[in-house]
């Protein structure tokens, strides 16, 4: 089961006990799912689907709590895809699919009296309480949302139908202080979050609790071994540093002792060369703990670079 579903089969779990926030998430299913049919003599029907028997479930019962009506459920077996069942709820009497749609205010009236279908904005009656905030966008991840696994990639995103509903529930999201953003895929638009900690908020928000704790844990571990590969890779490239600087200075040294003769070097540039030749794995702190006086490591870097220098020019000069 991927990480998504199982965040989906948690919140269906989730007890509701205020009307209010039964009205918002079963709002929220309708308009991010639902299908709505609408025949001669204003004759109304309402469809919701769903690939997740957990919400399917949920819908029955917010439906059934709600208006006391039981939909119809029909399952359809995609076993030659080998996808998971497919569920449509259906609310076919006329009257009892006009009282959801009215009560949600999904369906309004005009100046006419013609039926006009909202699945374009949300009502600001239906999300006015907080609690009926966090509803809503339970039941918008429920009808059309997803989540990444923490593993590959931090992802949160819902699919909206219209650019109208999409910049709607870009703009609840954002009530949260979460940067939530929209952009257009194919013939939908798509609302996400990109950062792990708006994610973990906003999985918080709709109750979500074990997956949030689940992509923390993930997120923390891939930060430690983020970490711990920057370390070792700054350790490697300063090691790599390390080995190149001593290779060119015994390079060095053994070219001055072989054409120009350490009798010619002062005592204490003398004393550093024969050293390193000795220790050519020592460090130059080490170094310095080997000289008489002791020399700290910035005058063993000091006396090494001196030594460099003095092959170098007597390399130039016998190129002239």
């Given at each position: 089961?991927s990480?998504s ?7 269906c779990?989730i007890e509701l006990?205020?009307?209010?926030c039964?009205?918002?998430?079963l709002?929220?299913?309708i308009?991010s ?19 997740n ?6 819908i029955?019962?917010?439906i ?15 076993r030659?895809?080998r996808?998971?069942?497919s569920?449509?709820l259906l609310v076919?009497d ?5 009282n959801?749609l009215e ?11 013609k ?7 949300i ?5 006015q ?7 809503y ?15 590959k990639a931090?992802?949160?995103e ?11 529930l870009?703009?609840l999201i954002?009530?949260?202080?979460l940067?939530a953003k929209t952009?257009?895929r194919?013939n ?8 792990g900690?708006?994610i973990?908020?906003?999985?918080s ?7 949030l704790?689940?992509?923390e ?5 891939k ?5 711990i590969?920057?370390i070792?890779n700054c350790?490697t ?8 600087a001593a ?5 060095n ?10 009798s010619?070097?002062?005592p204490?540039l003398r004393?550093?060369a024969?050293l390193?030749?000795v ?10 703990e080997m000289?008489?006086?002791k020399v ?5 870097n ?6 460099d220098k003095?092959?170098?020019?007597h ?6």
């Amino acid at each position: 089961m991927s990480f998504s579903s199982k965040a989906k089969n948690e919140i269906c779990r989730i007890e509701l006990r205020k009307s209010c926030c039964k009205l918002a998430e079963l709002t929220a299913l309708i308009q991010s799912s639902g299908i709505i049919q609408i025949t001669g003599k204003s004759r109304v029907r309402l469809k919701v689907s769903t690939e997740n028997a957990s919400i399917a479930r949920r819908i029955f019962m917010l439906i059934k709590d709600l208006y006391q009506i039981s939909p119809e459920v029909l399952v359809r077996k995609n076993r030659r895809l080998r996808k998971n069942n497919s569920y449509m709820l259906l609310v076919t009497d006329p009257d009892d699919a006009l009282n959801i749609l009215e009560s949600t205010h999904i369906l309004t009236y005009d100046k006419e009296g013609k039926i006009r279908v909202n699945l374009g904005s949300i009502n600001q009656g239906i999300v006015q309480r907080k609690c009926c905030k966090k509803a809503y966008l339970r039941g918008a991840f429920l009808g059309g949302g997803s989540v990444s696994d923490p593993e590959k990639a931090y992802h949160l995103e819902f699919i909206a139908n219209n650019k109208q509903y999409a910049d709607s529930l870009c703009r609840l999201i954002r009530e949260f202080d979460l940067h939530a953003k929209t952009i257009p895929r194919k013939n939908v638009y798509v609302v996400y979050l990109k950062e792990g900690e708006h994610i973990v908020n906003l999985l918080s928000l709709i109750g979500a609790h074990t997956a949030l704790l689940n992509f923390e844990n993930i997120r923390i571990y891939k930060d430690i071994r983020n970490n711990i590969n920057r370390i070792v890779n700054c350790e490697t490239a300063n090691l790599s540093k390390t080995i190149n600087a001593a290779v060119r200075q015994i390079e060095n040294i053994e070219y001055i002792r072989d054409n120009i003769g350490f009798s010619k070097l002062a005592p204490p540039l003398r004393q550093v060369a024969e050293l390193r030749l000795v220790h050519p794995d020592a460090s130059l702190r080490e170094l310095g703990e080997m000289l008489t006086p002791k020399v700290g490591k910035s005058g063993v870097n000091h006396r090494l670079r001196k030594l460099d220098k003095i092959a170098e020019d007597h390399r130039n000069s016998r190129k002239l």
